[in-house]
C-alpha cells in the first residue's frame, strides 16, 4: 500500500464530550435537519463541560483517540453559570500536557456550540474531522512507556 | 445473579426503521464478545414512546426479569423521562437503564445506510458495557415549608407578599425603613393611566397590614441565610436595636429595589446646589406639595427635561424615564399651559402598548422634543447638538434630570449573604435573562422589581406575580421536594481538604468539616454538573450516574 493510500484509508476516531444543555441540543437540532456529519465522531454526553477532567481526556488518548472534542454553552451562557469557564482553563493546561507526551495539541479542541446553533454544530465536527483525518493516527495510541 | 440485560431497538416509524438495518444490529448483539457471563436480549418494537410501546417495554421488563435495559432510539432529551416511567412501573431502577440515541447520531447524519447501521451498533455496544456499571440511585423525598421571606417593602415585595399570603402559607416582609411603599409611594401620580400614585401604594400597603398571614418586620435586615429550596433557615435583625428573629422559610424573594444614581457625579452635570436643576424625585415631592416653583418661589416659565443622565457612562438604558418625563411634563403643563417645555432625550424608549399613545398626547401638549447627540449643563443653561445639527445653546428658568437607575445600596452585600451573582452591571443577576426571569443561581431565591435591573412599576408588578406562581408551584403546602439524584459525592479517605471544590461551586453545595478535615457536599443543593469533579487534585469526587467507569466504558467501547 502506497502512503496515499493508507492516508485515504484512515478513518479517524474522534471522541466528543458534549453538555447536556447546549451542544448536545445542537447535535440534536442538526440531527432533526438531517444534516450530514460524520461517522469519524461518538458523542458522549456530560452535563457540563467542567466535569471532563484531565484523567478522561487523556484516558481517551491513551484508548486511542485519535481526537476529542469538547463541547458546551457559550461563554456566559452555562446552564450552571460558571462551568464552560472552568472547562475552558483545564483545556489550556492540558494543552501544555500533550506537548510533552508528544501528542499535537491541535487534536484536541474546545468549541461553543448553543442549542440553536445546529447548523454550527455540523460544521465544528466535520472540519474536525477533515483536521484530524490530515494529522493522521494518534502517535501515542497503545504506548505505555511514558 | 447473572446480568440480563434488554436491548430494545425502536423502529421510530421510519426514521429509525428506514435508515438503519435493524436486522442486522438484532443480530450482530448476541454475539458481541466479552460478553460471555451476560444474558443479552435484543428486541425491536414500531414505536416504544406510543401507549402501545410503553405497555410492551413494561410488560417484557417484568416478563424477562432483566436487571438492566438498554433502548436504542431518540435523543435523551425526547424520550429519557418516558423510558423512566417505564422502568419504575415495571419496578427496575431507572438508573440501570440508559438511553442510547442512533436517531439523531447515527439514521439522520449518517446518510448512507450500512455507515450508519455500524455507528448504531458501536452505540449500542458503548450502551451496553456503560449499563452493566451503572448503579441502583433512590429518589429522597424532603419536607418542605411553604412560608416566603421577601426582602424590601416596595411595590415589587408588597406586590409579591400579597400574592403569596394564604391561610397555608405565610409571608415574612422585611422592611429596612420605618415604612412600607419604597419610592412608588412618593410620586405623586404613576403613569396617567395608573391612577393616583399614593392612592394605588396605600391601598397595598393596607391590603398587606390588613392581611393575617403576611407579618411586616419595619426597619429589619436579613442578617444570615443557609439552607436550600424548601429549607432555608433565616435569621433577621433589627437595624435600630438588638432584636433577631429566627425563621424558617422555603423561599426568599429579593425586591430590595433600586436608587437613583448622582447626575452630578457624570460628565457635563457637574452643577451646584444653589443651582434650580432638581432631580425628578424632588420635583414629584414638590407636585404633590405646594406646586412646582424655583427657590424664589415663583413659577418657572421655561424648563428643560433632560433624558439618558448617564446612560452612557452606564451602559444601559433606565427603560422608565421617557415615560416618566412625559409624566412630569405634564406635571408642569397642568400648572401653567404657557410653561415652556423642551425633553432633550438620546434614545426615545417606549416599551410598552400605550407608550406611543402617551408621547403623541405630549406632543400635542406642546412639548418640544430634541433628540440629541451631546448635552451639558451650564447653570440652568443647556448646551447641545441635535442629531445631524450644530452646537447650541438655550437658557431655561428650571432644569430636571433624569439620573439612571443603579443597583440600591445594599446589593451587593446581600448578594454575598446570599452567595447569588450580580450582573456586570451590579443588579441581581437571573437564572437566565429570557427564559428564567426571576430565579437566581441559588434555587429557591427569586429576585423581582428593580432589583434585578432598572424597570417601572407595571413590570415590576409582573414579575412579583410570576414568582409568586413560581413558588406555588414549586412549594405546595403540605407536598414534598425531590432533590437531584445524579449529584456529586466525596469519599472521605481520598480528601485531603484543599478546598478546591468548594471555590468552583456555583451553588454552594459544598460546604468544610471542620472536625473531619474534608469537604462534604450537600446532595440537596447540587445540581450535578460535575464541576468539582473536575477540579478535584485528589480524585476523591464522585458523579453519580456520571462516574468514570461509567465514562470509560463508553469511551473504550466508542474506540474498540
Given at each position: 500500500m502506497t502512503e496515499k493510500q493508507q492516508e485515504r484509508e484512515f478513518t479517524p476516531k474522534i471522541v466528543g464530550f458534549l453538555c447536556n444543555w447546549c451542544t448536545y441540543a445542537a447535535a440534536d437540532l442538526a440531527g432533526s435537519t438531517k444534516l450530514e456529519i460524520s461517522p469519524a465522531l461518538t458523542v458522549i454526553r456530560v452535563m457540563c463541560s467542567s466535569r471532563v477532567d484531565h484523567n478522561l481526556l487523556l484516558t481517551t488518548f491513551f484508548e486511542g483517540a485519535d481526537g476529542i472534542l469538547v463541547a458546551g454553552c457559550h461563554p456566559g451562557d452555562c446552564h450552571y453559570g460558571k462551568g464552560n469557564y472552568y472547562a475552558r482553563r483545564r483545556y489550556a493546561v492540558l494543552k501544555k500536557v500533550m506537548e510533552g507526551l508528544g501528542l499535537e495539541p491541535e487534536r484536541l479542541q474546545l468549541s461553543w456550540v448553543s442549542a440553536s446553533e445546529g447548523n454550527r454544530y455540523a460544521d465544528v465536527v466535520n472540519a474536525f474531522s477533515e483536521k484530524i483525518k490530515a494529522l493522521g493516527p494518534n502517535p501515542i495510541n497503545g504506548r505505555s512507556d511514558f | 445473579m447473572k446480568a440480563k440485560i434488554g436491548i430494545y431497538v425502536c423502529e421510530c416509524g421510519?426514521?429509525?426503521?428506514?435508515?438503519?438495518?435493524?436486522?442486522?444490529?438484532?443480530?450482530?448483539?448476541?454475539?458481541?464478545?466479552?460478553?460471555?457471563?451476560?444474558?443479552?436480549?435484543?428486541?425491536?418494537?414500531?414505536?416504544?414512546?406510543?401507549?402501545?410501546?410503553?405497555?410492551?417495554?413494561?410488560?417484557?421488563?417484568?416478563?424477562?426479569?432483566?436487571?438492566?435495559?438498554?433502548?436504542?432510539?431518540?435523543?435523551?432529551?425526547?424520550?429519557?423521562?418516558?423510558?423512566?416511567?417505564?422502568?419504575?412501573?415495571?419496578?427496575?431502577?431507572p438508573y440501570l437503564y440508559k438511553i442510547i440515541n442512533i436517531r439523531e447520531h447515527c439514521g439522520w447524519i449518517i446518510h448512507d445506510k450500512e455507515a450508519a447501521t455500524d455507528k448504531a451498533i458501536q452505540y449500542i455496544r458503548s450502551g451496553i458495557s456503560r449499563v452493566l456499571y451503572q448503579s441502583e440511585l433512590f429518589e429522597r423525598q424532603l419536607e418542605i415549608t411553604p412560608d416566603v421571606l421577601v426582602i424590601g417593602g416596595g411595590i415589587a415585595g408588597m406586590e409579591a407578599a400579597l400574592s403569596l399570603a394564604s391561610h397555608d402559607r405565610k409571608v415574612y416582609l422585611a422592611e429596612k425603613t420605618g415604612e412600607l411603599g419604597g419610592k412608588a409611594a412618593r410620586f405623586a401620580s404613576l403613569l396617567p393611566r395608573q391612577g393616583r400614585g399614593a392612592d394605588v401604594i396605600r391601598e397595598k400597603i393596607k391590603a398587606v397590614e390588613e392581611n393575617e398571614h403576611i407579618r411586616v418586620h419595619l426597619n429589619t435586615e436579613l442578617e444570615s441565610s443557609i439552607g436550600f429550596l424548601g429549607n432555608f433557615e433565616?435569621?433577621?435583625?433589627?437595624?435600630?436595636?438588638?432584636?433577631?428573629?429566627?425563621?424558617?422559610?422555603?423561599?426568599?424573594?429579593?425586591?430590595?429595589?433600586?436608587?437613583?444614581?448622582?447626575?452630578?457625579?457624570?460628565?457635563g452635570y457637574e452643577y451646584a446646589d444653589t443651582d434650580e436643576v432638581y432631580s425628578s424625585l424632588e420635583i414629584?415631592?414638590?407636585?404633590?406639595?405646594?406646586?412646582?416653583?424655583?427657590?424664589?418661589?415663583a413659577k418657572p416659565a421655561s424648563v428643560a427635561l433632560i433624558h439618558c443622565v448617564g446612560r452612557q457612562e452606564k451602559g444601559y438604558c433606565s427603560r422608565i424615564c421617557c415615560n416618566y418625563m412625559m409624566k412630569i411634563a405634564g406635571y408642569f403643563k397642568k400648572q401653567s399651559g404657557a410653561t415652556k417645555v423642551t425633553e432633550f432625550f438620546f434614545d426615545m424608549c417606549l416599551p410598552h402598548k400605550a407608550d406611543q399613545e402617551f408621547f403623541d398626547h405630549s406632543v400635542g401638549l406642546g412639548i418640544d422634543f430634541k433628540r440629541v447627540k451631546e448635552i451639558g449643563l451650564s447653570g440652568t443653561s443647556v448646551e447641545f447638538a441635535e442629531t445631524g445639527g450644530g452646537k447650541q445653546k438655550m437658557d431655561f428658568d428650571m432644569v430636571v434630570l433624569a439620573s439612571a437607575m443603579e443597583p440600591s445600596e445594599d446589593t451587593e452585600a446581600l448578594a454575598g449573604l446570599l452567595e447569588i451573582d450580580l450582573d456586570e452591571r451590579g443588579f441581581f443577576k437571573e437564572a437566565h435573562q429570557t427564559t428564567d426571569p426571576v430565579a437566581t443561581s441559588i434555587d429557591g431565591i427569586f429576585v423581582v422589581g428593580a432589583s434585578q435591573g432598572p424597570r417601572g412599576v407595571s413590570d415590576s408588578?409582573?414579575?412579583?406575580?410570576?414568582?409568586?406562581?413560581?413558588?406555588?408551584?414549586?412549594?405546595?403546602?403540605?407536598?414534598?421536594?425531590?432533590?437531584?439524584?445524579?449529584?456529586?459525592?466525596?469519599?472521605?479517605?481520598?480528601?485531603?481538604?484543599?478546598?478546591?471544590?468548594?471555590?468552583v461551586c456555583g451553588y454552594g453545595a459544598?460546604?468544610?468539616?471542620?472536625?473531619?478535615?474534608?469537604?462534604?457536599?450537600?446532595?440537596?443543593v447540587c445540581r450535578g454538573c460535575g464541576n468539582c469533579f473536575g477540579s478535584c487534585p485528589s480524585g476523591a469526587l464522585r458523579t453519580k450516574h456520571f462516574t468514570n467507569k461509567q465514562l470509560y466504558r463508553e469511551v473504550t467501547e466508542a474506540l474498540k
Open positions: - | 421510519p426514521n429509525i426503521g428506514e435508515t438503519i438495518d435493524i436486522p442486522r444490529v438484532l443480530e450482530t448483539i448476541p454475539a458481541l464478545e466479552g460478553y460471555e457471563d451476560v444474558e443479552l436480549v435484543p428486541k425491536s418494537f414500531g414505536l416504544l414512546c406510543s401507549p402501545a410501546g410503553k405497555e410492551y417495554l413494561a410488560k417484557e421488563i417484568t416478563d424477562n426479569g432483566f436487571t438492566h435495559l438498554v433502548v436504542a432510539a431518540c435523543s435523551p432529551r425526547d424520550h429519557n423521562s418516558t423510558f423512566i416511567g417505564v422502568c419504575k412501573e415495571a419496578g427496575l431502577n433565616v435569621v433577621l435583625a433589627g437595624n435600630g436595636d438588638d432584636e433577631k428573629t429566627d425563621l424558617k422559610v422555603g423561599a426568599i424573594i429579593i425586591a430590595t429595589g433600586y436608587r437613583m444614581s448622582d447626575p452630578g457625579s457624570f460628565t414629584e415631592r414638590m407636585n404633590g406639595g405646594e406646586g412646582i416653583a424655583l427657590r424664589s418661589g408588578m409582573l414579575l412579583a406575580q410570576a414568582t409568586a406562581g413560581r413558588i406555588r408551584c414549586q412549594l405546595k403546602p403540605g407536598g414534598k421536594i425531590v432533590p437531584e439524584v445524579k449529584v456529586s459525592e466525596i469519599m472521605e479517605a481520598y480528601c485531603t481538604g484543599c478546598r478546591t471544590c468548594l471555590e459544598i460546604y468544610f468539616d471542620d472536625q473531619k478535615g474534608i469537604s462534604i457536599v450537600n446532595e440537596a
